[in-house]
């Protein structure tokens, strides 16, 4: 009868041991570390969620120097009683920036933020006046196009008023025109704003029914043809014109400075 070989059992690797080992010391720390952070996360959020300390207090608003006192305070009121007392960071700030884009729907940027501990601050910039725009009816624009709303009574004064534009009745407040003619019409207002010689004269008004033959109007009635393009350099030629001494200006009809050399058209 033969005799069974006797196997040895196999021992695992020495280094694999070792292995093994190591890692389980390397990741108890790490297992206490996590748990740690874990739980002094509840407490944090435990706190920030549920200490009277971040209820709602204050509601601020912010706007330009040149806007201050534009945005009616009662629409502030109405939020911090919508929302007095509430935890600041279960408050949808989204929401809030809709209640004032419902508000004021000619606005440029909302902006609605957290100031801790107690506070929101509403950040409003507000599109100005630059023109009226004239056609079937009229309408106030800023100088991107955009139509606004009639809170800007205080700033309308002397705005010059663009013609030759067809609008429709009806458009809504914050709808941007996007005429070709009125875009050329505003390119030519900003450049008119920057010439600070023509403040002493006045725009009364700007034609822009052909946008290759754009032309003003002086607050004297002088027309002023300056056509579609290098709007600045022919405004050079306008100022250097009308500050010539033999220039009696009662008795100029139109300027033409769509050449080098300005066009007098006597009256």
């Given at each position: 009868m033969k005799r069974q070989k006797k196997f040895k059992k196999s021992k695992p690797f020495p280094m694999l041991s070792g292995l093994k080992a190591a890692m389980l010391e390397k990741s108890a720390p790490l297992a206490v570390l996590v748990i740690f952070v874990l739980v002094i996360f509840i407490l944090a959020r435990a706190f920030l969620t549920r200490s009277d300390y971040f209820r709602?207090?204050?509601?601020?608003?912010?706007?330009p120097a040149s806007e201050t006192g534009m945005m009616p305070s009662i629409k502030y009121d109405q939020l911090l009683n919508l929302y007095k007392g509430r935890n600041i960071f279960t408050i949808n700030l989204k929401s809030i920036v809709r209640f004032f884009e419902d508000a004021y729907p000619d606005a440029k940027e909302i902006r609605a933020y957290i100031v801790l501990p107690d506070k929101i601050v509403v950040s409003l910039r507000c599109r100005w006046p630059a023109a009226?725009?004239?056609g079937e009816r009229a309408y106030i624009i800023d100088d991107e196009g955009y139509i606004l709303s009639g809170m800007y009574t205080?700033?309308?004064k002397n705005l010059p008023v663009i013609e030759g534009i067809s609008t429709r009745q009806g458009e809504r407040v914050g709808r941007k025109?996007?005429?070709?003619?009125l875009k050329t019409a505003l390119e030519?207002?900003?450049e008119i704003k920057k010439a600070k010689f023509l403040t002493?004269?006045?725009v009364a008004r700007i034609s822009a029914q052909d946008p290759k033959n754009l032309s003003f109007f002086l607050a004297g009635g002088i027309e002023v043809r300056i056509g579609s393009e290098n709007f600045k350099d022919r405004l050079k030629v306008l100022e250097k014109t009308i500050k010539d001494p033999r220039m009696v200006l009662d008795r100029i009809d139109y300027i033409d400075v769509r050449f080098e050399d300005a066009v007098i058209g006597p009256k």
């Open positions: 709602l207090r204050t509601v601020e608003a912010k706007s009226f725009l004239k205080s700033s309308l025109f996007t005429s070709g003619n030519l207002l900003k002493k004269y006045g």
